[in-house]
């Protein structure tokens, strides 16, 4: 297992006082990355590439998702490991084509609303493997053009990208491999348990999905948390490992009660079911009308109320 020793704030000590000068002063203020979810969304551009982190129904930034379908951006290509992330900005109009393992519910296999555009030919399908997906953030990452992978060969894969190409190992053994392209980003969208003001960030659950390779493969990078805490408290919350994001791969950090809902954030919560039924069982323009044309505070008082 690889241990993360990252130290959030790390750096040379602040004397306790000086001499002769008055009262004591830090070297140097410290860097806030705070903004609101509507700062976040006033740096987003029609046409752009966002990746948006969690996985299926769990962990999403959806309170920022929300923003987004309602600031109306539009002709965005949305790289993610789908779920009502992708559904919320197929049904808005805001995605014209969706990078992806899979769009799904968790508990509802097929997300519903990117089901209904791909049968109605209204949104363009890059699919890649689950695997090739990962290797594509991870090329982006580290700066690489590509990377190879035996994820699909043999498969339809490279019938429906016909654009991919293989590449032979210059070692002994000669084999044919896919290269992976960089799946790089413009902006990256991604939910944590918790997180200080600098912007480095933890998740308290199970699993840290593709969070930080999603940040690592984009120009700009938002995180929106369930709480902000004071960097001490961020380091005692968990365990090292737990730390997956540092302040130098964020660029905005959002507090977001809840803002995960109606995905899981666990511990926090658990995917509100429920609403996940409603959500895929209600006609859009209802859904929309009663849940999305006000802002983030109206959406979580209409879930209350329910």
């Given at each position: 297992?690889?241990?993360?020793?990252?130290?959030?704030?790390?750096?040379?000590?602040?004397?306790?006082a000086?001499?002769?000068?008055?009262?004591?002063?830090?070297?140097?203020?410290?860097?806030?990355?705070?903004?609101?979810?509507?700062?976040?969304?006033?740096?987003?551009?029609?046409?752009?590439?966002?990746?948006?982190?969690?996985?299926?129904?769990?962990?999403?930034?959806?309170?920022?998702?929300?923003?987004?379908?309602?600031?109306?951006?539009?002709?965005?290509?949305?790289?993610?490991?789908?779920?009502?992330?992708?559904?919320?900005?197929?049904?808005?109009?805001?995605?014209?084509?969706?990078?992806?393992?899979?769009?799904?519910?968790?508990?509802?296999?097929?997300?519903?609303?990117?089901?209904?555009?791909?049968?109605?030919?209204?949104?363009?399908?890059?699919e890649?493997?689950?695997?090739?997906?990962?290797?594509?953030?991870?090329?982006?990452?580290?700066?690489?053009?590509?990377?190879?992978i035996?994820?699909?060969?043999?498969?339809?894969?490279?019938?429906?990208?016909?654009e991919?190409?293989?590449?032979?190992?210059?070692?002994?053994?000669?084999?044919?491999?896919?290269?992976?392209?960089?799946?790089?980003?413009?902006?990256?969208?991604?939910?944590?348990?918790?997180?200080d003001?600098?912007?480095?960030?933890?998740?308290?659950?199970?699993?840290?999905?593709?969070?930080?390779?999603?940040?690592?493969?984009?120009?700009?990078r938002?995180?929106?948390?369930?709480?902000l805490?004071?960097?001490?408290?961020?380091?005692?919350?968990?365990?090292?490992?737990?730390?997956?994001?540092?302040?130098?791969?964020?660029?905005?950090?959002?507090?977001?009660?809840?803002?995960?809902?109606?995905?899981?954030?666990v511990?926090?919560?658990?995917?509100?079911?429920?609403?996940?039924?409603?959500?895929?069982?209600?006609?859009?323009?209802?859904?929309?009308?009663?849940?999305?044309?006000?802002?983030?505070?109206?959406?979580?008082?209409?879930?209350?109320?329910?």
């Amino acid at each position: 297992m690889t241990v993360n020793h990252f130290q959030p704030g790390s750096g040379p000590a602040v004397p306790a006082a000086t001499t002769g000068a008055g009262p004591s002063r830090p070297r140097h203020a410290e860097k806030s990355s705070v903004m609101s979810v509507d700062d976040m969304v006033a740096e987003l551009r029609d046409g752009m590439t966002i990746g948006i982190g969690g996985w299926g129904s769990r962990r999403k930034p959806m309170a920022l998702v929300r923003a987004i379908c309602r600031a109306g951006l539009r002709d965005l290509t949305v790289v993610s490991y789908g779920g009502p992330d992708v559904g919320l900005l197929v049904a808005a109009g805001c995605a014209r084509r969706v990078v992806t393992g899979f769009v799904s519910l968790d508990s509802i296999p097929l997300e519903p609303h990117f089901r209904r555009a791909r049968e109605r030919g209204t949104i363009e399908l890059t699919e890649y493997d689950e695997g090739m997906l990962y290797w594509g953030l991870l090329a982006a990452a580290n700066r690489l053009p590509f990377l190879p992978i035996r994820a699909g060969l043999g498969s339809d894969v490279l019938n429906v990208n016909p654009e991919l190409r293989t590449v032979r190992s210059p070692y002994a053994d000669r084999s044919d491999l896919v290269a992976m392209p960089a799946v790089t980003l413009d902006a990256a969208l991604v939910h944590l348990n918790r997180a200080d003001r600098r912007g480095n960030a933890r998740y308290l659950g199970p699993d840290p999905y593709f969070d930080d390779l999603f940040c690592l493969a984009a120009r700009r990078r938002f995180v929106s948390c369930e709480r902000l805490v004071s960097t001490a408290e961020l380091i005692d919350s968990g365990p090292p490992q737990g730390l997956l994001l540092n302040r130098m791969m964020v660029d905005g950090v959002i507090e977001t009660p809840h803002g995960a809902h109606f995905t899981s954030c666990v511990p926090d919560y658990d995917r509100d079911e429920s609403f996940q039924r409603e959500y895929a069982t209600t006609d859009w323009e209802t859904f929309r009308a009663t849940y999305l044309d006000g802002d983030e505070e109206h959406y979580q008082k209409a879930v209350a109320a329910r």
